[in-house]
């Protein structure tokens, strides 16, 4: 190992360390810094012997943190994670850390503090809901089955 892969792994370890990375970002990073491609594949490789690289462990963490702090569907985090290079098998695996219970419990908080928000004709108000609830990524069902009970509750 020369001393400049010594210190590539030290400063990718630390970049891993801070919060968990996906191997595309760790890549790109080590790609910023200049190095070979083989230096590349070598610190990547150790990167994961040592568990600082790890990306099933990063998508349960992203999943988790982003429903839980962001509030964001399923959708929206499965984009999200696509778009970081991870693999499908693992976004599902990382998907299972949302429980069904809360993921509807957290799309009716928001929808009822949204809807107080909102004025006007129900039908508008209804529209304006559902395309709230599409674009933080839950699934159209779930929310229109959502809006019927709200609906529902309110009569």
Same mark, same amino acid.
Not at 21 to 39: A, G, P
Not at 94 to 103: A, N, Q, V
């Given at each position: 190992?020369?001393?400049?892969? !010594?210190?590539? %792994?030290?400063?990718?370890?630390?970049?891993?360390?801070? @919060?968990?990375?996906?191997?595309?970002?760790?890549? @790109?990073?080590?790609?910023?810094?200049?190095?070979?491609?083989?230096?590349?594949?070598?610190? $990547?490789?150790?990167?994961?012997?040592?568990?600082?690289?790890? *990306? *099933?462990?990063?998508?349960?963490?992203?999943?988790?943190?982003?429903?839980?702090? !962001?509030?964001?569907?399923?959708?929206?985090?499965? @984009?999200?994670?696509?778009?970081?290079?991870?693999?499908?098998? $693992?976004?599902?695996?990382?998907?299972?850390?949302?429980?069904?219970?809360?993921?509807?419990?957290?799309?009716?908080?928001? %929808?009822?503090?949204?809807?107080?928000? $909102?004025?006007? *004709?129900?039908?508008?108000?209804? @529209?304006?809901?559902?395309?709230?609830?599409?674009?933080?990524?839950?699934?159209?069902?779930?929310?229109? *089955?959502? $809006?019927?009970? %709200?609906?529902?509750? !309110?009569?």
């Amino acid at each position: 190992m020369t001393d400049r892969q !010594k210190f590539a %792994l030290q400063k990718a370890a630390a970049f891993c360390a801070y @919060q968990e990375r996906t191997v595309k970002e760790t890549r @790109q990073r080590l790609c910023d810094w200049e190095l070979s491609e083989e230096e590349i594949a070598w610190v $990547l490789e150790e990167l994961k012997a040592q568990n600082y690289l790890n *990306e *099933e462990r990063f998508a349960r963490a992203f999943a988790g943190g982003k429903f839980r702090v !962001k509030k964001w569907g399923r959708l929206k985090i499965r @984009q999200e994670m696509k778009l970081k290079g991870v693999p499908n098998d $693992l976004i599902q695996k990382g998907l299972t850390e949302i429980d069904g219970d809360d993921y509807e419990a957290v799309l009716r908080d928001l %929808l009822e503090k949204k809807a107080r928000g $909102l004025k006007g *004709e129900s039908v508008a108000v209804k @529209q304006k809901l559902v395309r709230f609830a599409l674009s933080r990524g839950f699934e159209s069902d779930i929310v229109w *089955e959502l $809006l019927k009970t %709200l609906g529902a509750e !309110k009569e």
